[in-house]
C-alpha cells in the first residue's frame, strides 16, 4: 500500500496540482492508496509516523526538500520505504537520489526502482536530509525568500546569490572534524552535505553520495572581493573543491560554531549557538 502525503503549499501552490495529478494516476493504476494533505508544520512528519505504524510498503512525500524532510522524520529507523514525488522550488534532495524532477516521471521511477538503504544526517539532535551550513548559504536563502514572490524554478536562488556576492561579509568559524583539534579562521561558507546540491542546483559538494556513511564538510575560507565573480563562475560549474580557498573533508561528524549564527537545513534557517552534525549511515529506506 502506498501513503501518499501532499503539502499543498510547496512550490508556490505547486503541490496541490500535483497531488491531485499523482491521486488520479494511482487511482488509473488501480493502486491501493491513501492520500492526506498537509495544513500545518510538522504534520507530515505525524503523517509519516502514522504510515510506519500501519506498516505500508511506500510512503510518497509530495512536495519540496522541506515536505522531504518532515516525512522521512517520521520514518527514520522504520521498514516504509520513501518516495519522494518532487513538487517544490529547489527540489535537491532529489537530484542526489536521480528521482526525475517531471512529477509523472518521478512516480513511474519510484514504482520501477525497488527501495535502497540511504544515510542521513542529524544536527542536534534533529534529521536533516540533504546539507546544512551557515555563512554565504543562508545569505542567499534570505534574499532568495523575497525573490520567490516574483520567481520560479533557481531564478531566485541565483538572485539571492548575487545579492549575496555584493553584500556579504566572512563570518569568524570555529570547526573540528571528527571530534579533531578546533581550528578557528575567517570563512565564506561552511557546509555538511549528504547530497551534491543546494539552493536549486549550486553544487556545493559535487562528490557528495547518499549511501557512503560520509558527510561532505565543506569550507571556503574568506574570498577577495576581487575574486568573487570568478569564484562564483567556478561554484557553478562544479569546481568548489578546486579553489584554494576551499577546505575540504569526509567526516563521520563536523561540530561548528560562528557568533549569531543562523544555519540553514534543507532550506530552513534556524538559530544554534553551536551545531554538531553527524551521518547516519542507512537510516532510511528510500526509492532511487
Do not use: W
Request: aromatic letters at 6%; one cysteine or more; proline letters at 5%.
Amino acid at each position: 500500500m502506498i501513503y501518499a502525503i501532499c503539502n499543498p503549499t510547496a512550490g508556490s501552490g505547486r503541490g496541490k496540482i500535483i497531488g491531485e495529478i499523482i491521486k488520479k494516476i494511482l487511482i488509473e493504476k488501480n493502486l491501493p492508496f491513501r492520500m492526506e494533505v498537509t495544513e500545518r508544520p510538522g504534520q507530515a512528519t505525524e503523517f509519516a509516523k502514522e504510515a510506519c505504524d500501519m506498516q505500508v510498503d511506500t510512503v510518497l512525500a509530495i512536495g519540496g526538500d522541506g515536505t522531504a524532510l518532515e516525512v522521512a522524520r517520521g520514518m527514520i529507523g522504520r521498514n516504509s520505504a520513501l518516495g519522494i514525488i518532487p513538487a517544490g522550488t529547489g527540489n535537491d534532495f532529489v537530484k542526489a537520489l536521480g528521482v526525475p524532477l517531471q512529477p509523472i516521471e518521478a512516480l513511474d521511477y519510484i514504482l520501477a526502482h525497488p527501495p535502497q538503504s540511504t544515510d542521513a544526517g542529524e544536527i542536534n539532535g534533529e534529521i536533516f536530509l540533504n546539507e546544512i551550513g551557515t555563512g554565504f548559504d543562508v545569505s542567499v536563502l534570505d534574499y532568495a525568500a523575497k525573490a520567490k514572490k516574483t520567481f520560479r524554478g533557481i531564478l531566485p536562488y541565483l538572485y539571492g546569490v548575487l545579492m549575496t556576492l555584493f553584500r556579504f561579509h566572512s563570518i569568524s568559524l570555529t570547526y573540528a572534524i571528527d571530534g579533531g583539534e578546533k581550528v578557528t579562521m575567517d570563512a565564506f561558507v561552511v557546509s555538511a552535505a549528504n547530497g551534491e546540491k543546494i539552493g536549486g542546483g549550486i553544487p556545493i559538494a559535487p562528490q557528495a553520495k547518499v549511501d557512503d556513511g560520509k558527510l561532505d564538510v565543506t569550507i571556503v575560507g574568506k574570498v577577495k572581493r576581487t575574486k568573487l565573480i570568478v569564484r562564483l563562475i567556478g561554484l557553478m560549474r562544479g569546481k568548489i573543491l578546486d579553489f584554494p580557498e576551499t577546505q575540504y573533508y569526509r567526516a563521520k561528524s563536523v561540530a561548528f560554531t560562528v557568533p549569531e549564527m543562523r544555519v540553514n537545513i534543507d532550506g530552513e534557517i534556524v538559530r544554534e549557538k553551536t551545531v554538531t552534525a553527524r551521518v547516519l549511515p542507512g537510516a532510511l529506506m528510500i526509492h532511487r
